[in-house]
């Protein structure tokens, strides 16, 4: 299996603008989450799905966040107006019940 | 609500010797599992090790073995043997059946001198 792969792995945009942010988990899996990644904050957990179902988002900051999970097989994050304080690296990771977290490589996002 | 604290910020450790990363976590459940994951510059997570917390028994994984103390919730990493490779940031997780969430706590930054 390739493991979790997120896109792009670098993202520069301007304030204002739109973000996607893209996560394939590895087959089988049936949960999966999306976290965020700061200096001062460490990880944060935005938002986990189960069997593609949104299970607890109160980790997503403000409703400029968005997530969904439209098949077992892809996910997006959106953040749409991007603020500079956004910038982090915001990592997709997936698993089974019980097991351990599979992490993407996550993605480097500045809003510049 | 699960946390898990991580009260070494930075730890520094001379090469060939033995480390240990502290963790201790805060939880209700009587079932449920305990990791250590390190993330070197590449930014790529990697699981170090895991424990469930039904085994009494420490998990080990050649040069890296945990302390895992139940009833003082601890969760503590020894590395032994300190390679410059161990160098990374290390976090350690939680994870409780009923709501699946990991909870990680806030990393130790492990310099290894040579």
């Known amino acids: 299996d390739a493991g979790v792969i997120q896109s792009p792995r670098h993202e520069v945009t301007e304030m204002g603008q739109e973000v996607t942010l893209r996560c394939k988990p590895i087959s089988g899996h049936d949960y999966l989450f999306w976290y965020r990644q700061t200096m001062m904050r460490g990880l944060e957990l935005l938002i986990y799905?189960?069997?593609?179902?949104?299970?607890?988002d109160s980790g997503m900051p403000e409703d400029r966040f968005s997530a969904k999970m439209p098949n077992a097989s892809f996910s997006t994050l959106k953040i749409q107006p991007s603020e500079p304080r956004d910038s982090a690296v915001y990592f997709c990771?997936?698993?089974?019940?019980?097991?351990?977290?599979?992490f993407g490589s996550g993605t480097q996002l500045s809003v510049l | 609500a699960q946390t898990v604290t991580q009260s070494q910020p930075e730890m520094s450790v001379q090469e060939a010797e033995t480390v240990t990363l502290s963790c201790t976590y805060d939880?209700?459940?009587?079932?449920?599992?305990l990791f250590w994951y390190k993330q070197p510059p590449s930014r790529q997570m990697i699981l170090v090790i895991r424990q469930e917390a039904y085994k009494q028994q420490n998990a080990t994984e050649n040069r890296f073995s945990v302390n895992f103390q139940k009833a003082a919730k601890s969760f503590s990493l020894k590395i032994s043997d300190s390679q410059l490779g161990d160098a990374a940031m290390y976090f350690c997780?939680?994870?409780?059946?009923?709501?699946?969430?990991?909870?990680f706590g806030t990393g130790t930054s492990l310099t290894v001198i040579p």
């Open positions: 939880t209700s459940e009587s079932d449920y599992y």
């Open positions: 997780a939680y994870r409780s059946p009923p709501g699946n969430q990991f909870y």
């Open positions: 799905f189960n069997n593609n179902v949104p299970i607890d």
């Open positions: 990771a997936s698993s089974s019940m019980g097991q351990k977290l599979f």
